[in-house]
């Protein structure tokens, strides 16, 4: 058999996530996706696949087959479209990872813009406040607010953020409205990061910067959650200003400290260092690098 097929198999039964999904993909049959992964295993001798009735998932002798040779197909595919000038319509997957309320509010309305651009384009998008390992969980893009420490990738800065502390009319009416930060050890504060009691949030004086450490009632690993306890009237929040839409404007909702506050957040393209970038991932950081400091 073909081994370029065998390969094209492989990596299409990875991606898609079985063997049904891959034969979708492919314009295979089902039948010929198994033929190809199982003469491919006899050709190297081992198992790259645990197969259940339920799932199919890489062995450790399959994920190191697939991070060795998703790059060489993929410097196939450039070479291709140099040829052929494909690159004007660049076609595939790209995953794309995101903080929830980030991407929901300013990554996804970007979405059907860059498919209508690029219809050969298939869109994975993930949105999690947990940082991904863009490696192992195969990202081609992530878009992150904040500090970035990824020495294996390339990291772009297309905008920044400044923070912004707000809490609700029903809770300051409740508690008052804190005129320093230093004030803010008598206040409810919601802290994002979960699994913690206290967290210093920076500020800035007369004398330069500073941080206050302030405690609460409610934490969470995720912004949705402190933003809700925010607008519910439970406490006060530091936030991002990208990760609020229409609360700033919200009658209910009033910002606080605005003269301590001189922190900004950057808002990075973080996509793997490699020889070369795909031509489907390239049009979408190119993409985004244009379409998103508008709506931060």
């Known amino acids: 058999m073909d081994r370029f097929h065998e390969l094209n198999a492989f990596i299409a039964v990875v991606e898609a996530g079985g063997f049904s999904a891959a034969a979708r993909r492919t314009g295979d049959s089902q039948s010929g996706i198994s033929k190809a992964i199982g003469a491919l295993e006899k050709r190297l001798g081992v198992m790259l696949f645990n197969r259940s009735t339920r799932s199919v998932t890489l062995t450790d002798q399959g994920q190191r ?21 494909s690159t004007l319509n660049a076609s595939g997957l790209v995953r794309i990872a995101a903080a929830s309320t980030f991407g929901r509010l300013r990554v996804l309305p970007l ?12 869109v994975d998008l ?13 990202i081609d893009l992530a878009i992150r607010v904040g500090p970035v420490n990824e020495p294996d990738a390339v990291v772009k800065r297309v905008a920044c953020t400044p923070l912004v502390c707000v809490g609700s009319r029903r809770y300051f009416e409740q508690h008052g409205i804190p005129k320093t930060p230093a004030e803010l050890v008598d206040h409810n504060c919601l802290l994002y990061g979960g699994l913690t009691e206290s967290a210093d949030w920076p500020f800035v004086g007369p004398e330069g910067r500073f941080s206050v450490t302030v405690r609460g009632n409610l934490s969470s690993n995720s912004v949705e959650t402190i933003r809700a306890g925010v607008l519910s009237g439970v406490g006060i929040g530091l936030f991002a200003k990208v990760s609020l839409a229409d609360e700033l404007q919200h009658p209910d909702v009033i910002t606080i400290l605005d003269e301590f506050i001189g922190e900004v957040r950057d808002v990075s393209l973080i996509w793997p260092k490699r020889r070369f970038v795909p031509a489907r991932v390239r049009r979408t950081t190119d993409f985004f690098a244009t379409a998103l400091p508008p709506r931060v």
Not at 111 to 122: A, F, V, W
């Open 111 to 122: 979405i059907p813009e860059l498919l209508s651009l690029n219809p050969g384009l298939q």
């Open 126 to 138: 993930i949105l999690s406040d947990a940082v991904r390992d863009m490696v192992e969980d195969r």
């Open 65 to 85: 087959y697939y991070d060795r040779t998703r790059p060489l197909m993929d410097e196939m595919d450039e070479a291709d479209s140099e040829l052929t000038s």
